[in-house]
């Protein structure tokens, strides 16, 4: 009797790899976005410091130099403010990655309030607290920076209530 050969295929068939490269596409996909979206976090976080660093550092100086410190915003919704500490001619800043930064107004600041001073010796404030918003388009959301009473603490939050 003939003896019949079995043939083994071996591989795989072109509906697998389409299967599995469209797996893999969309778990790339899924990824890259979150760290896109991690990305623009930390961009955020960046910018709020950056103004939150700016708001100490007037307040320190207050402290330290005897005379008044200003930190204004150059105008609503922009992404530029300005310092200026020690008697010295004002510095403008800008928030990086087109963040820009927005004067808040609630019970216990001055409404709209887009300037704050640290009055020597003590480093206090003239107003009650106040709150900016440091918005990022690319994400849509909004970090709050606080200057917080008469001391003028500066504290950044996820929320206005905070």
Known sequence: MPRHRVRVQQGFTLIELLVVMAIVGVLATVVFLSLLRARNRQQLQEGARQLATDLSRARAQAQLSSQSSVVALVSSNANRYTTQWRGAAAITRTLPYNLTVAAMSSATTAAGSTSLTYTAPYGT???DGV???????????????KAVGVTGKVLVTSSYDD
């Open 125 to 127: 404030l003239d107003v």
């Open 131 to 145: 709150v900016w918003r440091v918005t990022s388009p690319a994400l849509n959301e909004s970090l709050f920076v």
